[in-house]
Every structure is written in C-alpha cells, then in structure tokens.
C-alpha cells in the first residue's frame, strides 16, 4: 500500500506563488497525479508524474523524484478561483489502484 | 454531453434501509470506480471494475455490493445504511486500469448520502 502524506492547509496572496508539497511510501510505483476539487464538486486532474523532473502545464508545474518520494506541485499567478483542495495521488503496480493523500487546502487572498 | 454521471446527486434517508447509487460513462472508457470521500475529505477507493469485472475490491462492509450491467454503467448498491456510511460518493472511470500512461480518472459529480 502507499502512505501519502502533504500540508493540510496553505495560504497565499493574489498572484503569488505556492508549493504543495506530496511524500509517498510504496511498494510498487506507477505514477504520480495531482488533482484539484473545489468545495462541493468532483476532483478534476490537473497533473501526471511518472518519470523523474518537472512537467508543466500553463500555471501549474508538477515535479517528481522517485528516488526520495516525493513530488510537488507549484502554483504560480495565484487566482481567487485556485483556492481549492489539492490531491496527490498515487498509483500502484501491481493492481493501479490510486491512493489519495487526505489534500491540502489552498486559500488564496486577496 | 456529462461525461460521467451519478443519480441521485443527494439522498437522505433512515438508518437500516437499503439505497441505491446508479453511474454512467459515455466516454467508453473500461474501467470504472466507486470512491467514498468521508468528512474530512479523505478520498478512498472502495471498488474498480474493468469490462464488468471487479478487479479491486477494497475492504469495504458486505452490506455494498457493486453491479456492472456493462461497462459504461457501475451501480452501488448499499443495505441496512448505518450512520457511518454517510459520506460522499463519488464514480470515476479511465480508459483502461490495466495499463500504464496517464490514463486520469475522470469523477462523476458525486452523490451525498446523509443516514439519519
């Protein structure tokens, strides 16, 4: 199974920039995905790791290090309407179950 | 045009009845999933089916058992509701469960059961 643990909650300023940061313990590594979910509605993905480095995708910048497990995910030009919970989730090997950590919640002010 | 779908999007009802969540997909993808996110917004995974076959089945009580009747339907259907087994849950599916890339899950709106 994976332990996955990030912040529980983050705040920042109107166009400022945030990082989320995700530690993973697993016994079999198949990918990384950060997901958004705002109050009330479904998770939406936003990204997907699964080789060393950074992937970026306009505002929203994923990296990963499989080695020390972990991976981030940068907001940068902070909105209003980023303020939402952050997923990170991990996907297994051998049956490609994704595991959620619990989320981090970012509020942006501003 | 929604992509996956749940009904009912609320439901409310007494302990100990037994309801029904019903789920489409019309993005013909293989594999689908019910997640339960509790109160404190923890995402878990309770089943998967790929080509209405179940394929995870995580520890979840008896009293939900799934049903595929293909596979762009994924049914939950839950008896003798206890308090505890209110929650949000949500539908997903992905292309294919079984096979690397970045096959994302895409969530349904999600269905809030309250047991009173």
């Known amino acids: 199974g994976q332990n996955i643990d990030q912040p529980t909650e983050m705040t920042a300023t109107e166009g400022a920039i945030v990082q989320i940061n995700c530690t993973y313990q697993?016994?079999?590594?198949?990918?990384l995905f950060w997901y958004q979910q705002h109050a009330g509605e479904a998770p939406t993905f936003l990204s997907y790791?699964?080789?060393?480095g950074l992937e970026e995708k306009g505002r929203f910048s994923s990296f990963l290090s499989r080695s020390k497990g972990y991976s981030y995910l940068l907001l940068k030009e902070l909105q209003m309407k980023d303020s939402a919970s952050y997923l990170c989730?991990?996907?297994?090997?051998?049956?490609?179950?994704?595991?959620f950590g619990a989320g981090t919640t970012v509020t942006v002010r501003a | 045009d929604t992509a996956v779908s749940q009904t009912p999007k609320y439901l409310v009802t007494q302990m100990g009845n037994d309801k029904s969540i019903k789920c489409e997909q019309n993005?013909?993808?293989?594999?689908m999933y019910w997640y339960k996110q509790d109160s404190k917004k923890f995402l878990k995974i309770m089943f998967s089916y790929n080509n209405k076959e179940l394929i995870i089945n995580e520890t979840v009580p008896n009293r939900f058992s799934p049903k595929s009747p293909d596979k762009a339907h994924l049914n939950l259907h839950i008896n003798s509701l206890e308090l505890g087994d209110s929650a949000v849950y949500f539908c997903a599916s992905s292309q294919d469960g079984l096979a690397g890339v970045d096959n994302e899950q895409f969530f349904g709106p999600g269905t809030r059961l309250t047991v009173l």
């Open positions: 989730a991990v996907r297994d090997l051998s049956d490609y179950k994704l595991s």
């Open positions: 697993t016994s079999g590594f198949n990918g």
């Open positions: 993005l013909g993808h293989d594999t």
């Open positions: 790791n699964v080789l060393d």
